[in-house]
């Protein structure tokens, strides 16, 4: 849970990277997209490692997922 925690610490580090370095026009530094990718993968391998421990529910999180993304459509313009 600790190298979870601080991984999701790192990809929180790398999305303010990218939100601070991207042009006027929305274009992301090619090192910052590359730094996003790894600390997103290592998230990714955390969140796996927590199903293959039975930490999480993958019915649980599909169910979660779909809440969110039902919020979003309200709240946000990032869903159709």
């Not at 790398?14 to 993968?41: N, T, Y």
């Not at 993958?58 to 997922?65: L, V």
């Amino acid at each position: 849970m600790v190298i979870t925690m601080e991984e999701c610490g790192e990809l929180i580090q790398a999305c303010s990277k990218v939100l601070r370095s991207r042009s006027r026009l929305g274009h992301i530094p090619e090192d910052k997209r590359i730094e996003l990718q790894k600390e997103m993968a290592d998230v990714r391998c955390m969140m796996d490692l927590m199903y293959k421990f039975e930490l999480l529910d993958h019915d649980e999180t599909n169910k979660g997922i779909l809440a969110k993304r039902e919020k979003l459509k309200t709240w946000s313009t990032l869903i159709d």
